[in-house]
């Protein structure tokens, strides 16, 4: 699904295994529902992190974060959801963020 997504400029690196069918039920994909799904690395060491938690729990919800200078503990942002155009929107927002950080 973010294969050909536009993730911005200054992208170091790139882990993309998202394959959520918004057609198909939780049951028919539910391993689908994992904590690494998709990962995205930018100078200045941002990343840009998407999993879903609990892993392959219907009753779980996405989680992305922004991490800057690997300090997992105290992440720049970090919201959850449950659907993915509410996942898209949160992306679109923290990829602008990270943008101009790195002007």
């Not at 997504?5 to 918004?22: S, W």
């Not at 689908?32 to 609990?54: A, C, H, N, R, T």
């Not at 779980?60 to 929107?89: A, H, M, Q, T």
Request: proline share 3%.
């Amino acid at each position: 699904m973010f294969e050909y997504f536009d993730f911005g400029k200054k992208v170091t690196d790139k882990f993309i295994d998202f394959d959520i069918d918004e057609n198909l039920s939780f049951d028919e994909q539910c391993f689908s529902f994992k904590e690494d799904m998709l990962q995205i690395s930018y100078e200045k060491d941002y990343v840009l992190d998407i999993g879903w938690y609990p892993d392959h729990n219907p009753t779980g919800s996405f989680k992305i974060v922004v991490i800057k200078d690997y300090d997992w503990v105290n992440p720049v942002f970090i919201e959850r959801c449950r659907e993915v155009k509410v996942l898209v929107k949160y992306m679109e927002k923290f990829i602008t963020y990270i943008q101009k950080e790195l002007e």
